[in-house]
């Protein structure tokens, strides 16, 4: 079952919120500038960007 976790583009610093299905290989692009370097943000760092 996806769930809505945050995630960073490491190119430009985006934080989008994107559904996320553990287990389950899936390529993400960034929506503001297109860049596929895209990371689940966890703990402390997923809590901040929330603010």
Do not use: W
């Not at 559904?19 to 966890?42: A, F, I, L, W």
Request: charged content about 30%; some cysteine; glycine content about 6%.
């Amino acid at each position: 079952m996806p769930e809505s976790v945050k995630f960073i583009c490491l190119r430009c610093g985006h934080n989008f919120v994107a559904d996320y299905t553990p287990k389950v290989v899936e390529e993400r692009t960034c929506p503001k500038c297109g860049s596929n370097s895209v990371r689940r943000q966890k703990g402390k760092a997923a809590e901040k960007a929330a603010d």
